[in-house]
């Protein structure tokens, strides 16, 4: 189990923007080991699937500005169902500007085998366990895709300061993180998502990047632009079809697996 507690800054840039903090960034950050092994210029691939109620709770608590709320979801590295690839299982916890994010690694068959009866096969994880627990709790399921390239950047004096940029945001509606009938939309053409992840105050050099730059916070759910973004397809596509979809495609896959 990985858990992770920080503070997060969310800042939209256009093109100018971009490279400039770029330029600013480079005495004091380099890129992450998994950007740099990437092999693309804007970094690695993130897809993710989130869940959410029937009625839409989760989005619903992030539009009315629910001091506390969770928010649940499984994330790949690939748009591709590659068997060596370990996906992760998150569920974030946010209490006013404190996130919380817990999260663990399953491989592609653990992932088809909960996608087809909503029931991890290890409940020893803890994550898993909750994980399990609230999609029962609340009813969640699965309701956006949502993929883009994200740049990783760590401190050069390893003070563990995180920042990313995320490039080409886009989403769809589908109940399968590998789902191949997708219809994306991009959510804001022409502009970068500039993150600071950090558990203490920001650097002063990093402040005075901000402030020289007059940039302006934003609040930026990817899951929530999602869900503005698509949301007739994914109210339209109704709940328990997808469901019955899934289990269709888990048989498939395991009988082509066997």
Known sequence: MRVVSRRELK??????QYYQ?????????????????????????????YFDTFEYLAYREKDNGEHSRVKLRIRAYTDKPDGSARLSVEFKTRTGSTMKKYSTFVTLDEYWAFMGSWHWTDLSDEVLTEFERLVH???????TIVEYRRQGFEAIDGSGLRLTMDHGVRSAAGHCLFQEDLFFREHSPGTVIFEIKTGHDEPGWLYHVVKK????????SKYAQSIETSGYEVKASGFWQPIADIRRKVSAYTAYNA
Not at 30 to 36: I, K
């Open 11 to 16: 800042y939209r840039l256009d093109m100018k």
């Open 21 to 49: 903090v770029l330029h600013a960034l480079s005495p004091y950050m380099r890129e992450d080991r998994y950007t740099r092994l990437s092999g693309h210029d804007k970094g690695y691939l993130v897809r993710s699937i």
């Open 137 to 143: 709790l609340k009813a969640f399921r699965p309701k």
């Open 213 to 220: 730059m007059g940039l302006k916070a934003v609040s930026n």
